[in-house]
């Protein structure tokens, strides 16, 4: 059976001209989705969450093939089941959407690295499924799947690995955050930089992965916490989480005041190779520095590789936050349920789907956290 949906696709990436809200790189388009294979979910989205990511594949920071179906954030409802047999999951639970779907089988998934998943990252490279092929298709050929889920958009084919069952009370806005946002935030704090109580944080980026590493931070004991970004509003919102909130120029005597020598853990968020490096440097000696952002691929890093060894420092790249989804979301979420996380300070807005090149433009230009979209 085929499937008509509605997603939004970009057609080309990396020549877009702004206003997004003007020029409109995504279309709201009608494709036609296949039946789920064996192993593969029919999910309905209901929430899906607009990341950095989804920007850097229409600005061009993230070259992947076109056209492709975006969103990678999401959570829906289970529809349709490819594998009768399934004993995990059931037409009508809510599942929360993974952007990495492992294969399970591999030394790295075994070894418990899930998130390194050759096949998975090829499948992601490729923009088709980790089964093989693609499932999202137009007059004139096939659509690519954007990280194995294609989010903004009615319906979804993914892979089982890539979803997670949660309950169903969890409401669908807060649900769509634990996908990305909250796994590599939140995951760069606990898995990756295994932050212990006591220890002083700087955070460089208050999207809303640094805002989720923010709360990472303070539900771990991290004490203080230096929360560093250009934009007013988003220092406002980390001030409220508990956080000293500085701007760019203020960093380092923020630091010195508060941390001499230099901060036990350094998470950065931003993205860009200059940040990374004055993260690197705003780290004590034997700091852990951990790098979630995801520069354009131009870009280089320029450390003193002495320091690595004289000041005995740790330089840390975490994808997904270093997670294993059916792990890691349902422990975060009952974390949030404790009070203990509250990702709902993450939410920016609620919107429809059909909004979506206006929404664009506010990630692009600081203006919002995390901003869900309804198809």
């Not at 899906?48 to 989804?54: F, I, P, T």
């Amino acid at each position: 059976m085929t499937w008509l949906i509605t997603a939004a696709v970009l057609e080309r990436s990396g020549d877009q001209a702004r206003p997004y809200a003007t020029h409109r790189p995504l279309a709201l388009v009608e494709l036609e989705l296949d039946d789920p294979r064996p192993g593969e979910l029919l999910i309905r989205i209901d929430a899906a969450g607009l990341c950095h990511s989804d920007l850097s594949v229409v600005n061009g920071d993230r070259p992947r093939p076109m056209p492709m179906a975006l969103g990678h954030e999401a959570t829906g409802i289970v529809e349709a089941l490819g594998s009768e047999d399934d004993t995990l999951f059931a037409v009508g639970d809510r599942v929360v959407l993974a952007f990495l779907p492992a294969c399970g089988e591999c030394v790295r998934c075994v070894s418990g690295e899930g998130y390194l998943c050759p096949a998975g990252a090829a499948a992601n490279g490729d923009g088709r499924m980790l089964r093989g092929g693609h499932r999202l298709h137009r007059a004139g050929g096939d659509v690519h799947h954007h990280l194995g889920v294609s989010g903004f958009a009615t319906y979804a084919v993914v892979d089982r690995r890539s979803a997670v069952k949660i309950d169903r009370d969890v409401p669908a806005e807060i649900a769509a955050l634990f996908g990305c946002a909250v796994l590599t935030g939140v995951g760069a704090v606990m898995n990756s930089a295994r932050l212990r109580a006591g220890e002083s944080v700087v955070i460089y980026g208050l999207g809303g992965v640094g805002l989720a590493a923010l709360l990472g931070a303070m539900a771990s004991g991290g004490v203080p916490v230096i929360a560093v970004d250009p934009v007013a509003a988003k220092r406002a919102i980390a001030e409220q989480l508990g956080a000293v909130a500085v701007a760019p120029g203020e960093v380092a005597a923020a630091i010195a005041r508060l941390m001499p020598g230099g901060a036990d853990v350094v998470i950065e968020t931003a993205g860009k190779a200059a940040v990374l490096a004055e993260a690197y440097r705003a780290g004590r000696r034997g700091a852990r520095i951990v790098t979630v952002g995801l520069p354009n691929p131009a870009e280089m890093l320029s450390i003193p590789a002495v320091s690595l060894v004289a000041e005995g420092k740790t330089l840390i790249g975490s994808y997904m936050g270093g997670s294993i989804p059916a792990r890691d979301i349902p422990r975060y979420i009952a974390l949030w349920r404790s009070g203990r996380l509250p990702v709902e300070k993450l939410l920016t807005s609620v919107s429809p789907l059909g909004e979506i090149n206006a929404l664009l433009d506010k990630l692009a230009d600081g203006d919002a956290v995390r901003q869900i979209v309804r198809p």
